[in-house]
């Protein structure tokens, strides 16, 4: 195996990170850690050298990092890990960083990386003209049109965040398993909550999918979905046209790309 080419990317979402090793532009493997864990600098370190045994890959092998963060006050820590470990600085998605995504968006400095990520990675796969949507803790629909432009938004909570919210504020209702259910008709506690949060979250994305294409004047924009939960989504329903669960991480590698430039050379001492 060429090792020359080795790039580690990072997606820190806000219960989930996912990492991932691209040997020149292949995805070799990719592992999830618990975000909301509290861990030092230290303990990075550790998580991502275990993960790098796993395929036989030492520190010294990894080329260049790439993070994609959406929970700012754990970065501290994992940036010092990743310095530790590899001895270089990782590129991290923010405001000044190439990206090839004009953003025309009131807040365009506020959109999250992990949005941009996925846009970046949806139009290169898929071109311009598309919905992504992302079924994470928040469940996210953006418009990418034809130029390549991030020119619309729709946020929305995630299907685990409606369920802890049945859960916290209704004393006699269990925590459950969020699945597709047999069928609406719920003959129980649990099959009538997995019914309503399911069937319920399926209109939801249907509906907001439906009145964008309607608002934007297009019923042939083609939608991407990604996400924990997006495949349960993409399943069920003939809205949503492809399902990529590794969407993000081929955003940050496409974005190491467009900034590669002396990132070799940027090696900290």
Known sequence: MNLENTILVIDVGNTNSECGIYIDDQLVDSWRFMTKTPRTSDEYAVVLRGFLKDINLEPEN??????????PNMMHSLVNGIIKLFELKPLIVEPGIKTGLPIHLADSTEVGADRIIDAVAAYD????NIIVADFGTATTFDYIDQNGCMCAKVTAPGIQ???DALFKNAAQLPNI??????????????SSMQAGLFYGYLGL???????????????????????????????????????DPQLALKGLKLIYEKNKKNRKRNKSK
């Open 62 to 71: 990894v080329d260049s990092v790439v993070i994609a963060s959406v929970v």
């Open 205 to 243: 994305t249907e509906h907001i999918i439906n009145q964008m294409k309607k608002e934007i004047g297009d019923d042939s924009i083609r939608v991407i979905a990604t996400g924990g939960y997006g495949r349960m989504i993409y399943n069920a329903s003939d809205i949503i046209d492809v399902y």
């Open 161 to 163: 965040i409606s369920a």
């Open 125 to 128: 796969l898929e071109g311009g």
């Open 177 to 190: 398993e969020i699945i597709e259910p047999s069928s609406v008709l719920g003959k129980d506690t649990v």
